[in-house]
């Protein structure tokens, strides 16, 4: 295909640019004085919109907007006008509401003698938001379809379908609404751009950018092979983002895991490469089936916590005298089939007297060290000291997701929005386009068989865990793997995470303040959680997400819709109930506050208020008794 492009930094195809002939010297000398002239003016210009930005922060607003209407009156071919033109925009828009006269500015913006292709769009964006804030909803709409038609590959389509949603629910037109804003979050934008790496269990996005996928059928796809070096291969269908646009964009999940080749999720390991492909049938310069290739860095975004006797609940404080429990999530550590292990160190940091803090700094004066400051300007003294340090190593643990199961209802096959993490391809934007055409959709057809379950005993969390004694004491033994540490001490977990989305090696921490007695007297009762529990529970979120998504469409004025998913989480409520009740304790608790949610939000108050008094009488400390009367 022509003019071609794949990849976060790869330009696949070809660009053409035509030949120019010039042939008189005295042309091109007359080009070059011209060029030498606008940039001279470009120059001025800017040094005076800058001294009106200066005025306008230090609220001499007057004088800003006086020094920004000259830069347009000196300087009326510079290209430096524009911005001029946008900031007495917004002036007059956001500070002084006057809508027709800021509307005035960014329509000169959005003029076609502009080149900027980016100022344009916001330009016009801004044109339609005036036009929303004087509720002249018509011409608002009117506006914000120029945006998404005549930049459909720009970031301020998001922005565009967000008003165009809210103007809608302004008029009361709540299914149109619910379409436009659906619509709000499907743009990919440069600044979002990670194209060369990919964080493990995240959805790897691809986009392609080619002049003939402008022709493409609705709902024909571009095949894209995804294939990562562990073995895993992936077949990924990009769809066109809408009509007589040339990018066409698709994705697929990704998680830790054995390869298994056709299932619609890429399985990785911490050290994978992705190699991406794409068949290019024709190029501009006349080659034909020619594969573009980009490879993907597999990484993973250190998480450091310290946790509860379960490793469920993140602490902010540990208890002199326990174990505290130490957990790391990276996913770039999973290596192999085994349990893994990572290295970090554990630390008691002590916060230091004001006396030992200006003593440091007299020290430092002394020695005519300079002292480095703050935006504050106090100077930069670490006012912790380490009282003891033991080095851990933490094994990889094997962690099931309990709640993977897909919600019940026509939500389950609700496609997540695309973001712009992870995104292979220069992140410009997808203009919309809708959720379930991004999606992976698995290779062959339905009538072939389904690719047989792999029986996988091997580790492939990223989740590493560790625990480590905590005694309080006065006198620090450092030679042994306790941490002795005093009441108002702080436990500190220190990770050097080398692989991650950013080009350099982050060093993150994690604090937890030491104190005496319990947590509220919390402790871990059981840890292993049965089928019937686990059933119990995930039912449980599911009626939850139910109700939430019913209570959305119920706002719209959808009352059909909402109607629909509140019997959806009533079934599951009256599937459990026997367990629940069976199980007793904090699941049937839950069971009773979620019954009397649903319940209240279909108006049946009689059926609501009998189980407020049932949960009153089998649990009268709970939480949840005052909100339920």
């Known amino acids: 295909m022509r003019a071609s492009r794949f990849g976060a930094a790869i330009c696949c195809g070809v660009f053409c640019l035509a030949g120019m002939a010039v042939s008189q010297e005295a042309a091109k000398k007359e080009e070059g004085s011209a060029l030498k002239g606008s940039i001279v003016e470009d120059r001025a210009a800017k040094k005076l919109l800058e001294a009106g930005d200066a005025r306008y922060e230090a609220d ?344 993977e199961r897909k919600p019940v209802g026509d939500d389950a096959t609700e496609a997540p929005k695309t973001t712009a993490a992870n995104t292979v391809g220069p992140s410009n934007t997808t203009g919309g386009a809708p959720p379930t055409k991004g999606e992976t959709k698995p290779t062959g057809s339905a009538s072939q068989p389904a690719a047989k379950p792999v029986e996988d005993n091997s580790i492939h969390s990223g989740v590493f865990r560790v625990t480590v004694a905590l005694a309080k004491a006065e006198e620090v033994v450092s030679t042994d793997d306790v941490l002795q540490a005093l009441p108002g001490d702080f436990v500190r977990l220190t990770y050097a995470d080398e692989k991650n989305t950013t080009v350099e090696i982050r060093t993150i921490t994690f604090d937890a303040k030491a104190i005496e007695g319990n947590l509220g007297g919390v402790r871990v009762t059981k840890a292993m959680i049965s089928d019937r529990e686990l059933r119990v529970q995930t039912q449980l979120k599911t009626a939850h997400a139910l109700t939430n998504i019913g209570n959305r469409y119920k706002e719209f004025g959808l009352k059909k819709n909402a109607d629909a998913k509140y019997e959806q989480a009533l079934d599951l409520c009256d599937e459990i109930m026997s367990e629940a009740t069976k199980l007793g304790g904090k699941l049937l608790e839950e069971t009773y506050v979620q019954l009397w949610k649903i319940y209240y939000e279909m108006d049946k108050l009689e059926l609501a208020a009998a189980m407020a008094e049932r949960l009153q009488r089998q649990f009268p400390d709970s939480g949840f008794v005052d909100d339920a009367l």
């Open 60 to 403: 001499e607003v007057t004088k800003a907007v006086e020094i920004w209407q000259s830069v347009i009156e000196r300087y009326p071919r510079s290209k430096v006008r524009y911005e001029a033109y946008m900031k007495l925009g917004t002036y007059y828009l956001q500070r002084d509401r006057q809508y027709d006269k800021a509307r005035a500015q960014f329509e000169q913006v959005a003029a076609e003698e502009n080149r900027n292709e980016e100022q344009r769009a916001e330009a016009t964006l801004k044109a339609g938001i005036c036009f929303y804030e004087a509720r002249n909803f018509g011409k608002c709409f009117q506006v914000m379809r120029d945006v998404i038609e005549k930049f459909p590959v720009s970031k301020q389509v998001n922005e565009a379908y967000y008003y165009i949603g809210l103007g809608h629910f302004q008029l009361g037109h709540y299914s149109r609404a619910i379409q436009a804003l659906e619509k709000v979050g499907t743009t990919l934008s440069n600044s979002d751009d990670k194209g060369e790496k990919l964080e493990a269990g995240k959805r790897l996005f691809v986009k392609i950018e080619d002049a003939d996928l402008s022709a493409l059928e609705p709902g024909q796809s571009i095949k894209v092979e995804c294939v990562a070096t562990s073995g895993d291969k992936e077949i990924v269908d990009c769809f066109s983002v809408g009509r007589n646009v040339r990018i066409a964009l698709g994705s697929v999940l990704t998680k830790l895991g054995k390869p298994q080749s056709g299932n619609g999720t890429l399985e990785l390991k911490g050290d994978d490469t992705v190699e991406v492909s794409y068949i290019d049938e024709q190029t501009a310069d006349k080659q034909f089936n020619r594969k573009l290739l980009h490879k993907v860095t597999v990484v993973g975004n250190g998480l450091l916590s310290i946790t509860d006797g379960a490793f469920k609940e993140t602490l902010r404080g540990v208890v002199l005298g326990k174990t505290i429990n130490l957990q790391i999530i990276d996913a770039d550590r999973d290596l192999t089939d085994a349990a893994d292990t990572i290295k970090a160190t554990v630390e008691v940091v002590r916060p230091k007297s004001d006396e030992e803090i200006e003593n440091e700094l007299v020290e430092l004066k002394k020695s005519g060290k300079a002292v480095a400051t703050d935006d504050e300007g106090e100077p930069k003294i670490e006012k912790f000291k380490k009282v003891d340090r033991v080095a851990v190593t933490l094994a990889e643990a094997k962690v099931e997701n309990q709640f």
